[in-house]
């Protein structure tokens, strides 16, 4: 259990160092931002979760329409999202509960509609990819919304996510983790620049 918090706050420590040494290039079609999220479960087809994660993430947006004051943008835009959640908690089987913790690397492509120039509605979809024998890799759907808030001259992210995980096939023996049919929530913070 120490050796997962000293990996854990090694890769904060790590992902932080990034942020803060990274020059904030003002780029007109494009644009990149960096975070952490903190997630809960919210549904399983097969039983309770009890689950809550934490993680780190980094993104790029491709902008399609006119922007204004070259921070922010009304339209349309496409995303790339590559992160790393790391849950901890219960799962509920049938006639048993498992303690358990595992982590996940959400790889995901999408798109956000800005309706006004801070405020934007977000779909993603792609997979997410296993990093252990307690979950399997699966499709994932993210709708979110969020909103851009100007911080002097820095710009703060703020999101809310909810991540589906269509059930698949699978042995009754697998746990909802590894057959998928699941879903957890995520508030986002992030730095754009």
Do not use: C
């Not at 706050?9 to 780029?27: C, D, E, H, P």
């Not at 999408?110 to 934007?120: F, L, M």
């Not at 699966?138 to 979110?144: D, E, I, K, S, V």
């Amino acid at each position: 259990m120490k050796n997962n918090r000293k990996t854990t706050n090694a890769v904060y420590l790590a992902f932080f160092i990034l942020l803060a040494t990274t020059s904030r290039a003002q780029v007109k079609s494009y644009g990149f931002s960096a975070g952490i999220e903190y997630a809960l479960s919210t549904y399983s087809a097969a039983g309770p979760l009890s689950l809550s994660g934490q993680g780190i993430f980094v993104q790029g947006e491709r902008f399609f329409s006119r922007q204004h004051s070259g921070k922010t943008n009304t339209g349309f835009s496409g995303t790339l999202n590559l992160g790393w959640l790391h849950f901890s908690g219960t799962v509920y089987a049938l006639d048993s509960s498992v303690q358990t913790r595992f982590s996940v690397l959400p790889l995901l492509a999408g798109a956000r509609y800005y309706w006004k120039e801070h405020y934007y509605l977000a779909m993603q979809a792609g997979a997410l990819v296993s990093t252990n024998s307690q979950t399997d890799t699966h499709l994932a759907l993210t709708p979110g919304i969020g909103m851009i808030a100007p911080v002097g001259e820095s710009l703060l992210e703020l999101s809310l996510q909810f991540t589906g995980v269509p059930r698949g096939f699978g042995l009754p023996e697998k746990t909802v983790l590894q057959r998928g049919g699941y879903s957890f929530a995520a508030l986002r913070i992030a730095y754009k620049f």
